[in-house]
């Protein structure tokens, strides 16, 4: 019998249909293939969590990245990060697919056009884990 295919972040949790309105919405841990995962109310999955990872702790920063993205980065790549109208931004998509979330607040402190060197090294932490998770 052939095995499926992992799921991948930012793609829907097979068997859980949602309303695309509650996208980053309403999250829920769940098991999947023995592994916890986060969906949002769209059943898109969030976060694939590591085994005997803190999951409490992740979806605190998750939440709260989601609300750093809100006040800084949505003007140019979208709620979902598929805004790509503002000259050289590229659809975020999937981004945390293969990506440890280190590399991504590395990418992030790195490349990023908006000043974020004020932001506490925790507030990175969020914002990288919920980049992961678009």
């Known amino acids: 019998m ?14 859980r249909g949602g309303d695309p309105s509650k996208a980053f919405a309403a999250l829920e841990v769940v098991e999947h ?8 109310g769209a059943g898109i999955v969030r976060r694939v969590f590591a085994r005997g990872a803190e999951v409490d702790d992740e979806v605190r920063l998750y939440r709260q990245g989601r ?7 949505t003007r140019c790549h979208g709620e979902d990060g598929q805004d790509t109208r503002y000259p050289g931004t590229p659809s975020l998509k999937g981004y945390g697919n293969g990506r440890e979330t280190s590399k991504i607040k590395q990418k992030i402190e790195q490349s990023s056009t908006v000043n974020i060197s004020h932001y506490k090294p925790e507030e990175r932490q969020a914002l990288a884990v919920f980049v992961g998770g678009l």
């Open 2 to 15: 052939a095995q499926a295919p992992p799921v991948r972040l930012g793609d829907p949790l097979p068997g």
């Open 33 to 40: 293939d023995q592994r916890k995962v986060l969906v949002d």
């Open 67 to 73: 609300a750093l993205w809100r006040d800084v980065c």
